[in-house]
């Protein structure tokens, strides 16, 4: 069985579902070109019914997707579906005709890359109100993703907190999924 649906919608201008199965064997590929984050963002939040950034912000930005999954058996209820995710792409980018947000925004820029248990991002940019700067980062999701321990590892370049600048993040901070630094706690 092959199955494809393609077009375009508000939140993207071009989007690729692919799934094919023989037996009880199947793939599937997701893809997502120029997307619209905000937009995104705005779909997330009504089908969640939680907000995923304070109230007033916006998200600015564009994005890139491109996700691949498969399985030797059909996935059961229950079963924890990054088992069957292979390996994922999100390419965040900067839209330049995109009109300036009326109040406080975050935009990402960057790529961030799961596989194996890893999501890693290198020569990410955040800019907000709040914090702006640049780094790279390693989550290592761990065996079984909510049971086991979750590993960050981060580097901050020279940015700001606020208005006040900070220099180089000094070595990878690393911490585990309790938040406290890898090592120490419980």
Known sequence: MSLLVYGSIQEARFFRLQFNSLAHR?????????????????LLRTLTQRPLLPADWSMRGGFELDARASGRHWPERGDNWMHFLD?????????????EPAGPALELLGVLAYKNGEVTGSHLAFNSPWLDGKGRATLSL?????????????????????RWPYQDGGPPMKRGRDGTPDGVGG
């Open 26 to 42: 199947w793939n599937a590929r997701a893809f997502i070109s120029d997307g619209e984050s905000q937009e995104v963002l705005t």
């Open 142 to 162: 761990g065996e079984e993703p909510g049971k086991s321990p979750m590993t960050l590892e981060a580097t901050l370049l020279p940015g700001k907190i606020g």
């Open 87 to 99: 390996k994922a792409t999100l390419t965040l980018t900067h839209r330049p005709i995109e009109k």
